[in-house]
């Protein structure tokens, strides 16, 4: 599929708004991802009100997210029989992936967005009732940006291993992960905003 080659996180747009059939379409392929057990248990978000915008950027989110952006929150029920494996949760990661190569296929870039306000934030901003959990956010619009070819990180055989886990050498990162709480809890303070600024892709 040329969509797997040619997507790339984009994140800045041009100032065209995306029509409804657009969104519907890109929904509608989310909607078609395999989920757990078939229980296709997603909500969707379409935020296109810049209050609502504002209040995602006053609370702390990924620093390109600007008013007039067209953005949808995916949701996913907090249910399921398997919590080990959080299959609900790789559930709303398949609907997203979907939407991100309709998108690329409509030839509307995109940008998978997990640095958002915290949870209970977002519940209020968005009315979201507890028994759904948020996934993640796809921000959309139109861009001329050619990101360039992307590069892997790793070789094929660095990663492959066959019928055991085999130790390669070099180790996969690890981030630690009460800095990015504490960065969260702060982040409304522009100058924590400010330094988070520098190592927000890493998150
Ligand atoms: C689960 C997930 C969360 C992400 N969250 C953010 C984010 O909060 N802000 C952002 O700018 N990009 C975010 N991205 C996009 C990644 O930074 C991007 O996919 C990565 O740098 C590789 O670039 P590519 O998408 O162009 O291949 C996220 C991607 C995934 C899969």
């Known amino acids: 599929m040329k969509e797997i080659n040619e997507r790339r996180s984009i994140r800045e ?14 929904i509608v392929s989310g909607m078609m991802a395999p989920t757990a057990c078939n229980m296709q248990n ?16 006053e609370n702390g989110t990924a620093s390109f997210i600007k008013e007039n952006m067209d953005m949808i929150l995916v949701l996913y029920s907090k249910k399921t029989n398997n919590v080990e494996y959080k299959d609900n949760i790789q559930s709303g990661a398949a609907v997203i992936e979907n939407m991100i190569l309709e998108a690329t296929n409509l030839e509307i870039s995109s940008c998978w967005v997990c640095n958002l306000p915290r949870k209970k934030i977002m519940r209020k901003i968005f009315s979201i009732p507890k028994y759904y959990d948020i ?42 992960p009460i800095i990015y709480s504490l960065y969260k809890c702060f982040s409304k303070y522009k100058f924590i905003k400010k330094i988070g600024k520098r190592f927000e892709k890493k998150f």
Do not use: A, H
């Open 135 to 176: 996934i993640g956010l796809v921000t959309l619009g139109y861009s001329d940006k050619l990101p360039g070819n992307k590069k892997l990180k790793y070789s094929f055989e660095e990663v492959v291993s066959y019928n055991e886990y085999k130790e390669t050498s070099k180790n996969i990162d690890r981030t630690i």
């Open 13 to 26: 747009y041009k100032d065209i708004r995306l029509n409804d059939e657009i969104i519907k379409k890109i």
């Open 42 to 57: 997603y909500k969707f978000i379409v935020i296109n009100d810049n209050n609502k915008i504002k209040q995602l950027i």
